[in-house]
């Protein structure tokens, strides 16, 4: 099970969908969807907490040990942890969703359109070239919000995968209306 570094700002998404932290270990421990970028620099993980409940996690991992020759993450930094409900703002999300399409529409959802490179255009959810710069749509951006920025990146070929901007303020809005009688 890793071990997972929260910062100020995790607890407060966390307290704010009234994420517990056994249910943060839960998630840890045994996830029904995740995934892990080939760099092993990402890790990306969902599991439903009980039938209209689901826990998101997106973060750094920070340090892999192998143990008879298999990979695992020891300690990771999340830079997003969600509780959501199966029926969000851009669609519904259910348990055969795969862990790509659980990313889509939380990034549709609560997310500000990136791109990673000039010739690209926006979106939620980004993969595509990189030029070594992140761009977030400026129209977009309410500077009054706070932002979690997520990606994984490759220097050869130059690549970006599963790029997303999340606004925190937009989501914390949003679970406080749909956690708040139930926490």
């Known amino acids: 099970m890793p071990q997972l570094i929260l910062n ?14 056994v249910e943060l270990c839960s998630i840890a421990q ?10 092993n620099t990402r890790l990306t993980l969902a599991k439903w ?4 409940r689901m826990l ?10 192998t143990i008879e020759g298999k990979l695992y993450v020891d300690r990771m930094t999340p830079l997003v942890v969600f509780a959501l409900r199966p029926e969000l703002p851009a669609g519904r999300i259910t348990r055969d969703r795969d862990i790509e399409e659980i990313m ?23 993969s595509g070239p ?25 220097r050869d070929p130059f690549w970006a995968y599963r790029v997303y901007s999340i ?12 956690f ?3 926490t």
Not at 30 to 36: G, K, N, Q, T, V
Not at 49 to 52: F, Q, R, V, W
Not at 112 to 126: A, I, K, N, Q
Not at 167 to 178: E, F, I, M, P, S
């Open 8 to 21: 100020p700002d995790c607890y407060k998404i966390m307290d704010g969908a009234g994420v517990t932290d």
């Open 30 to 39: 045994s996830p029904d969807h995740w995934w892990a970028d080939a760099g």
């Open 49 to 52: 907490t009980s039938n209209d």
């Open 56 to 65: 998101f996690v997106d973060g750094t991992i920070n340090h892999m040990v």
């Open 104 to 126: 889509a529409l939380v990034a549709e959802s609560f997310g500000v359109p990136v791109r990673c490179h000039e010739d690209e255009p926006f979106s939620t959810l980004y």
């Open 130 to 154: 990189w030029n070594g710069k992140n761009e977030i749509e400026r129209e977009r951006v309410v500077v009054s919000h706070g932002y979690a920025y997520c990606g994984a990146f490759e």
């Open 167 to 178: 606004d925190l303020t937009k989501y914390l809005d949003w679970a406080k209306r749909h």
């Open 180 to 182: 708040q009688s139930s």
